[in-house]
Each structure stands twice: as C-alpha cells, then as structure tokens.
C-alpha cells in the first residue's frame, strides 16, 4: 500500500526471527563475581574502606538479577497469551516446474543495546530454502513510510505466498481475499527475510517495566499509571538504520549465517533505509554484497517541492509527461509518439528550457513565462494558467487533480494509471486514493489470514501497517545535528561502493509513480561519488506500474525474472 513518507518533509507524501522470543539468561546470587585477594588487602590497609562491601554489592547485584529473572518470566508468560511469539511451517512451491521444499518461520527478534541490554522486539518472516548451504545469498527486504510494515512487500511481490492481482493491477479486486502460491517468487536464488521496523507490525519497544526506557514525553498517568516505551532511540533516520542493522546482527547469529551472500531489499523510504544499511552493516563485519531499491527516495532534495528547491519540478516532470501520455491528454503529434520516445524528448526540453527559466526564479521576463507555462502545459497536459500560477513547480496532487478533471476523475499519486471519482472541493485526497482500492483491504486481510491459517500463528496483538505516530514523531536529523539539509543516505551507499568493489545495486523504478518518480531515483545514482569503474555495478530499470509496480502482473514477472538473473549472475 501507499507509503507515507514525512507529514514535515513533503506536502503530498504527509498524506504516504527465526525462534521465539529469548532474553540473555539472567544470573543468579551464586554467579555473582567473588572478592578478590587485591581488593580484600587494600580494605585491610584502607581503615576508610568497608571491608564488607563487596559482598554487600555482590547481594545488591543478586536480588537485581533475581527480580529482572522474575520479570522476564512474567513478561513471557504475558506473550504465550498475547504477544506473536513463534511459527514455523514445512512448506512446498512448484516453482517453475520444480519443487522447492521449504521453512516459514515467523516470530520476534530481540535487539540489544550497548550494554547488552534488550530493548526492543522486532517481528519478522523467514523464508529458508531446504538444503540451503550456509553461504547461500539472504534477502532481508522490507517497505519504507517511514511507520509502515514490511507487509506489502511480504504479501504482494517475491514471498513463496502471494495476492494475485488481475489484468494490469488496475481491477478493484473482490472479497474474499487469500494468498496464493506466488509463481514470481525468488526463493530459488535466495532465502528471504521481511521485517517490520520497531513500531510497525508486530514489533515493539520495551516498556520501562520490561526493561526499556520510558517516554519522556508522555503523562505518567495517560497509561493506566504505566510510563509508556519509548521510541525516540527507533523512530529517526539514524536511529532507524541502527536498529535494523541490529536486527541483521542478531538474526545471522541465530540462524548461524555468517559468511552468507547479504542482500538488503528496501522500497520507498526503504530504500533510504537500504542505501544507509549499505554502510553501516560493513561495520559490523556483515557486509551486504547487494542492494535493492525498489522505488526510492534516496535523497528528499529530489522530493521536496519548495519554491528554493526546484529539483522535484525538473526530476518529476518526465512522470507526468509519461502519466498524460497514458490517459491522451496531449495533442495527436504528441500522441502519435511511443511513450518512451515522448519522455526522451521531454527530458531534453527539461534541462535545455526548464532547468535555465526555473534558475532564474522571480526575474524570469514574462514573455518567458508565458511560453515555458504553454510548452509545459503541452508536455504534461496541464492548464496553461495552472503551470503560470505554480510557477511551473507542479506537484503530484497537482497532477491527480487537474489532468482529468473535465472527467470529474482523480488520479492516484502512487499509481497514476488508477482513477477515481473526484471530490467537489478539487482536490486531492490521501484517503481516497484509488491505490487502497487495489492494494489494501486486499493485502491486510490476506495477509493476516495467511499467518493465521498457513503458518500459524495466534496473537491478539493489533498488526500495524502503517504507523501515524511514527510518520509523525520521525527524526530526520542524521549525525545528531541538523547540518545536512535533506535527509539522503546517497553519500553512505557511495561510501559503501567505494569500499566494496564487489557490492552490486539494483534500481527498480515505476513508470506511474508521482510520488517517488523515476528520475529522482535516477538523479541520485549520478549523485553517487565513486568511480567511474563503479557504474557498471549499478543496473536500472523502470518498469510499467506505479510506486508498487508489482500490483502490475506483467510488471511483477518481469521484475521477479530481472531480479533472478541478477542475483543469479551477481552472486
């Protein structure tokens, strides 16, 4: 579904384990450290020392662990009644022709701090091919927001289960909804992990009775008298690529996968989330051989539409070209040409009319004016008085209104092939987008049926797909300062491929998508400071569909298949 991606980052978008749950064994009194013959001389000649003290401290630390050995015991009594705390599932797929036997296994994944100490459960779904070697490639994959879940992915492209979308992805799919074995399934060239980021899904923050750190920016009293977890340490671009990269830690140690192939899967925000996983798993000895981005946003200097900021109105412009194009909305010569012959010649007249007049900001002549807004409005279709009062800088919501409009019809922002019936106040609407037609009940049913029915797992714990408060709460600083303008992991995946010749990256882009459009992606692989040697470990594609190109049967296959030869031949 429709991932949000800041409510304070984009005026569009603010509307986008393997086992059971295990804590490290707590230590009894008799365990406690001994004094030693060094400290007991120095309190025989120190009269101001307490030559008890150390077995006073040794009876303080008991009772601490014991009563922390107490808690845990409660807090995984509460789980075999409430909480998701493990699945497993011996599976079969025919898989182009062939069986391939396999493991679900699905749970929580404790993350540690520092110290050692747990803080936060992550909800995951694994996928191990039976026989698999140690070393065989593992996909860790998962969706963007940031607040959402890993479920669209999980429940709609490269999963050994999933929903299966008719025609081109643009038929309202009916009741009742179910996943099915999914023939684009990717588990013949690498085993899959789908995670749902702290928060979202199941996975949660530790409460300060449990062990984590309290909210301090909740009422005491707003929670029964309970101080409410804190996500402040998870909810923040840092802290977010930290906490996954904990979560890789632990999961490869659990599943005894070190030395395996290491490839991160992110879309959307994900991919931001990706590209910064890029560096930070080469620190902890797990360094990814490959990196997906399944419609990006990389960089948010390529989404911010601001009047300072004209990127955004260069990079998006070949999408809605693209999207008129599709509806016929241009004049018959404009017609008369291939999309992708269209969108060629859009793009030049981007950088050889637009990039100059929009350099110029508010001392463009306004006989300039004039014939830049009428060249636009024939290129996306668009109201010439529309393109003169938006000074050119159109947006999605934009373009979901306006290019239909004597239809009385909207267009979706992450799928502009998708339309529906328009609002009397024009304008548009992120609860109404014509994707939660497509792409929503359908996925949240079936998948939450699947986990009970297939896998089986029981909880009456509340599933997030997608978290307001995180979107909401998200810290977009990186460094702990706010010196970096936009938020972008560009430079880390760069440093990362610098380091790593090895490290291949696959850029899958929808050609429908106005809300991470194509060439935003495209731009921010020229952005990447690394030889030029390097760019042929950079492969790109953009594929017919929108943000989830994959609702697209046709752009899913061909996708799947891509996906396959590059994993094959990479790795």
């Not at 000649?45 to 008890?52: E, Q, S």
């Not at 051989?289 to 412009?317: C, H, K, R, W």
């Not at 900001?361 to 004039?370: D, R, Y």
């Not at 373009?399 to 909207?410: A, E, P, Q």
């Amino acid at each position: 579904m429709r991932e949000k991606i800041s409510p304070n980052i984009l005026t569009l978008l603010a509307l986008i384990p393997l086992f059971g749950i295990t804590t490290p064994p707590a230590q009894t009194a008799d365990a406690a450290p001994k004094p030693t013959a060094a400290v007991s001389s120095r309190a025989d000649a120190d009269p101001d020392i307490d030559d008890n003290r150390d077995e006073k401290n040794d009876e303080k630390n008991a009772d601490k662990k014991d009563a922390k050995k107490d808690r845990d015991s409660a807090f995984a009594a509460k789980d075999n009644d409430f909480f998701p705390e493990f699945a497993e599932k011996k599976l079969t797929l025919i898989l182009n022709g062939a069986k391939l036997d396999y493991t679900a296994t699905t749970g929580m994944t404790p993350i540690f701090d520092d110290e050692g100490e747990e803080k936060a459960r992550i909800f995951s779904t694994s996928y191990l091919r039976a026989g698999g070697e140690r070393e065989r490639p593992v996909t860790f994959l998962f969706n963007g927001g940031p607040g959402s879940a890993s479920v669209y992915l999980h429940a709609a492209s490269f999963a050994p289960k999933a929903f299966a979308f008719k025609g081109t992805g643009v038929e309202i799919p009916e009741p009742p909804f179910k996943l099915f074995d999914n023939p684009d399934c990717l588990l013949d060239v690498t085993d899959l992990v789908f995670v749902d980021p702290v928060g979202t899904g199941y996975s949660y923050a530790l409460t300060p009775e449990d062990g984590g750190d309290a909210d301090k920016g909740e009422e005491k009293g707003k929670s029964g008298g309970k101080a409410k977890a804190d996500y402040t340490p998870f909810w923040g671009v840092d802290q977010d690529i930290e906490s996954i990269t904990e979560f890789v830690r632990v999961w490869l140690d659990r599943n005894e996968r070190w030395g395996a192939r290491i490839i991160i899967g992110g879309e959307s925000y994900g991919g931001l989330r990706a590209a910064g996983l890029a560096g930070s798993l080469v620190k902890i000895g797990a360094a990814p051989s490959g990196i997906i981005l399944i419609s990006p946003a990389m960089s948010y200097q390529g989404l911010m539409d601001s009047f300072e900021n004209f990127t955004p109105a260069i990079v998006s412009i070949p999408t809605y070209a693209a999207v008129a194009h599709y509806h016929h909305r241009l004049d018959a010569a404009q017609q008369a040409f291939s999309e992708e012959e269209f969108v060629n010649q859009v793009k030049e007249w981007c950088l050889a009319r637009l990039l100059p007049a929009l350099w110029q900001g508010n001392k463009l002549p306004p006989v300039q004016l004039e014939q830049i807004a009428g060249e636009l409005s024939r290129y996306t279709g668009i109201p010439v008085a529309d393109a003169k009062i938006k000074k050119f800088r159109l947006s999605a919501s934009d373009i979901s209104r306006l290019l239909l409009r004597d239809k009385g019809l909207t267009l979706s922002v992450y799928d502009a092939r998708l339309t529906a019936p328009a609002t009397v106040d024009d304008r548009y609407t992120y609860a109404e987008d014509p994707l939660d037609l497509v792409a929503g009940e359908n996925i949240k049913t079936g998948f939450r049926r699947y986990l009970s029915e297939t896998l089986g797992l029981k909880t009456l714990r509340k599933y997030h797909y997608s978290s307001d408060r995180a979107n909401e709460k998200w810290d977009f600083t990186q460094d702990g300062r706010g010196l970096h303008g936009y938020p972008s992991t560009v430079d880390s995946l760069a440093q990362a491929m610098r380091r790593l010749p090895y490290m291949k990256v696959y850029l899958a882009m929808g050609r429908y998508d106005m809300i991470t459009p194509a060439e935003s992606a495209l731009q921010s692989m020229k952005d990447l400071d690394i030889p030029a040697g390097r760019l042929e470990n950079i492969a790109a594609k953009i594929y017919a569909g929108g943000h989830m190109m994959y609702t697209n049967p046709q752009a899913k296959k061909e996708l799947a298949d891509d996906l396959r030869k590059w994993i094959h031949e990479s790795f």
